[in-house]
């Protein structure tokens, strides 16, 4: 009993302290995407706005996911201070209070995993088909000529990706776009935001045709279809711990 007096409460306040972290680091991610208009907004946002789902464009969505990490995190920030004075303070009505909405919090939690889950195959196929229909807008290996193969560019150097699906060679899913098709790719089978080490500054100079014209190496392999998998493995993930840290607190809670 006195091992638990003693330790209980410098257990909420590691988890209070985990928690404050956690909710900055939802925070910062949220202003620096939003802050940052000349790198995400003003070039990938106009190529996301051309993606709608439920009558909402991906580039809205998008920004309405940061400003939702801003409120969340200040949230889950206002919860570990408000556990912290609990802890600190011994006083019961606080730590009521915080585990009334630390519960609340995890069925939020749980119901948001729950419809990923649900919806996320169903998205990931929408996405990928959609993306590649608009991939055959693509029109000019360049970042001055066309607003859509810009915003193109932009994304594939952002996410050292290429193409929706991953490229394995000069048969890929730019043989349909525009800039194929119209002749203005010439040797080339993949454009340069595609080879590794490519930079917005290096663009118009960068050379390497291993990589645009053979497609055989010093290209990037992972496709942009990846993406959402990848999100989906991270939420089960964390929604594991997540379940966790809530069980292993309410049982603390109920010792101390």
Same mark, same amino acid.
């Given at each position: 009993?006195?091992f638990?007096?003693?330790?209980? &409460?410098?257990f909420?306040k590691v988890?209070?302290?985990?928690?404050l972290?956690?909710g @900055?680091? @939802?925070?910062? &991610?949220?202003?620096?995407?939003?802050?940052?208009n000349?790198?995400?907004?003003?070039?990938?946002? &106009?190529l996301?706005?051309?993606?709608?789902?439920?009558?909402?464009?991906?580039g809205?969505?998008?920004?309405?996911?940061?400003?939702?990490?801003?409120?969340?995190?200040t949230?889950?920030i206002?919860?570990?201070l408000?556990g912290?004075? $609990?802890?600190?303070?011994g006083?019961?009505?606080y730590l009521?209070?915080?585990g $009334?909405?630390v519960l609340?919090?995890f069925?939020?939690?749980a119901?948001?995993v729950?419809m990923?889950?649900?919806?996320?195959s169903?998205?990931e196929?929408?996405?990928? +088909?959609? @993306?590649?229909? @608009?991939?055959n807008?693509?029109?000019?290996d360049?970042?001055?000529? =066309?607003? +859509?193969?810009?915003?193109?560019?932009?994304?594939f150097?952002?996410?050292?990706?290429? $193409?929706v699906?991953?490229?394995?060679?000069?048969?890929?899913?730019?043989? =349909?776009s525009?800039?194929?098709?119209?002749?203005?790719?010439?040797s080339?089978?993949?454009?340069?935001?595609?080879?590794?080490g490519?930079?917005?500054?290096t663009?118009?100079?960068?050379?390497?045709t291993?990589c645009?014209?053979?497609?055989t190496? $010093?290209?990037?392999?992972k496709a942009?279809?990846?993406?959402?998998?990848?999100?989906?493995?991270?939420?089960?993930?964390?929604?594991e711990?997540?379940t966790?840290e809530v069980?292993?607190?309410?049982k603390?809670?109920q010792?101390?």
């Amino acid at each position: 009993m006195c091992f638990t007096e003693k330790w209980g &409460p410098i257990f909420l306040k590691v988890i209070n302290v985990i928690f404050l972290i956690f909710g @900055l680091a @939802l925070i910062v &991610p949220g202003v620096m995407i939003l802050a940052n208009n000349d790198v995400v907004n003003s070039k990938v946002l &106009p190529l996301m706005k051309q993606l709608t789902f439920g009558g909402i464009n991906m580039g809205d969505m998008i920004i309405g996911l940061c400003v939702s990490l801003i409120v969340v995190g200040t949230l889950v920030i206002l919860v570990s201070l408000l556990g912290l004075i $609990g802890a600190c303070s011994g006083n019961p009505a606080y730590l009521d209070i915080y585990g $009334g909405i630390v519960l609340i919090l995890f069925l939020i939690k749980a119901f948001a995993v729950f419809m990923w889950i649900e919806n996320n195959s169903k998205l990931e196929t929408w996405m990928k +088909t959609n @993306l590649v229909s @608009l991939l055959n807008n693509y029109g000019s290996d360049d970042l001055t000529t =066309s607003e +859509t193969s810009t915003s193109w560019n932009y994304l594939f150097m952002l996410m050292s990706c290429c $193409g929706v699906n991953a490229v394995t060679g000069t048969t890929n899913d730019f043989d =349909s776009s525009a800039w194929i098709t119209s002749s203005s790719a010439g040797s080339k089978h993949i454009p340069t935001s595609c080879c590794t080490g490519v930079t917005s500054e290096t663009y118009s100079t960068f050379t390497n045709t291993a990589c645009t014209d053979s497609v055989t190496s $010093g290209y990037n392999t992972k496709a942009l279809a990846v993406v959402a998998a990848v999100s989906k493995k991270h939420n089960d993930r964390y929604s594991e711990t997540s379940t966790s840290e809530v069980e292993d607190i309410s049982k603390k809670k109920q010792k101390v």
